[in-house]
C-alpha cells in the first residue's frame, strides 16, 4: 500500500522556539494533504486541509500564523509550529490522497513536546 | 455538524474471542466509513473502507459491515489474538470524495493471551 512518512517521529524544544514536520508520500503523488492533531486518549482533530500549490484552508480555531503548512511538491508539505509553546505539545499526524484514490494514508505521526 | 461516537471506549477480551465494535454516526448522508488501527504512539493503518453503497467488507478475520440508515457500523473481529491489541478508529466521510474525514474516539482494545 501506499507509504507516508514523517519526520522527525519526536522531537523536544524549548517554549518559543520553532519546530518544522516533514511529511512525505514515497510512492504516490499527494493531491491533497490533511495535518491532524492528537491529544492522549482523544481521537484526531482535523487542523487543517492543503492541497498541492495552494493556500492550506484550516479548521476553526487553529491559528494559521502559529501553524504554518507549505504544500510546495505533490510529495512533501510542511507543519511549522512557530513560537512553540507547552500547550502545543501533543502528536502529530499527517495524511496524504492521490486526486484519484478514495483512501487517506496516514503518517507515523510526530511527538512534540514543548518544556 | 457530523458526530461519530465507538462504544464501548475500551475493551479487554481473552484470546480466541469473537469481539464486536461499534460504531454511530448522526448524518447518515455519508459517502463512506473507514476503520483504521492505531497502536501506541503511531499512526493509522487502514482496515477495511465501506462505500456507501455497500453493505458490508471483509479482510481476513476482520468483517465491517455498515447501515446507512441507521446510522451505524460494526466491526467484527473473529479469533481475536494478542497482535490485535490496538485502538480501533471509525471515521467517516461526507459529501465526496475531497471532503474531510469525522473520527471517532475509538475503541481501545486489548487480547489476553
Known amino acids: 500500500g501506499a507509504v507516508v512518512s514523517q519526520h522527525p517521529s519526536r522531537v523536544i524544544c524549548k517554549s518559543g522556539t520553532s519546530v518544522k514536520i516533514e511529511c512525505r508520500s514515497l510512492d504516490f503523488q499527494a493531491t491533497t494533504m490533511f495535518w491532524y492533531r492528537q491529544f492522549p486518549k482523544q481521537s484526531l482533530m482535523l487542523m487543517a486541509t492543503?492541497?498541492?500549490?495552494?493556500?492550506?484552508?484550516?479548521e476553526q480555531g487553529v491559528e494559521k500564523d502559529k501553524f504554518l503548512i507549505n504544500h510546495a511538491s505533490l510529495t512533501l508539505s510542511t507543519l511549522t509550529v512557530t513560537s512553540a509553546h507547552p500547550e502545543d505539545s501533543s502528536f502529530y499526524i499527517c495524511?496524504?490522497?492521490?486526486?484519484?484514490?478514495?483512501?487517506?494514508?496516514f503518517g507515523p505521526g510526530t511527538r512534540l513536546l514543548v518544556l | 455538524k457530523q458526530e461519530v461516537t465507538q462504544i464501548p471506549a475500551a475493551l479487554s477480551v481473552p484470546e480466541g474471542e469473537n469481539l464486536v465494535l461499534n460504531c454511530s454516526f448522526t448524518?447518515?448522508?455519508?459517502?463512506?466509513l473507514q476503520w483504521f488501527r492505531q497502536d501506541p504512539g503511531k499512526g493509522l493503518t487502514s482496515l477495511l473502507l465501506?462505500?456507501?453503497?455497500?453493505r458490508e467488507q471483509t479482510s481476513g478475520r476482520l468483517n465491517a459491515s455498515l447501515d446507512k440508515s441507521s446510522g451505524r457500523s460494526t466491526l467484527y473481529i473473529a479469533a481475536s489474538q494478542p497482535g490485535d491489541s490496538a485502538t480501533y478508529l471509525c471515521a467517516v466521510r461526507l459529501g465526496g470524495s475531497g471532503s474531510r474525514l469525522t473520527f471517532g474516539e475509538g475503541t481501545q482494545l486489548t487480547v489476553n493471551p
Open positions: 448524518d447518515s448522508a455519508i459517502y463512506n
Open positions: 465501506i462505500q456507501s453503497s455497500q
Open positions: 495524511s496524504a490522497r492521490d486526486a484519484v484514490g478514495e483512501t487517506q494514508y
Open positions: 492543503s492541497n498541492e500549490g495552494s493556500k492550506a484552508t484550516y
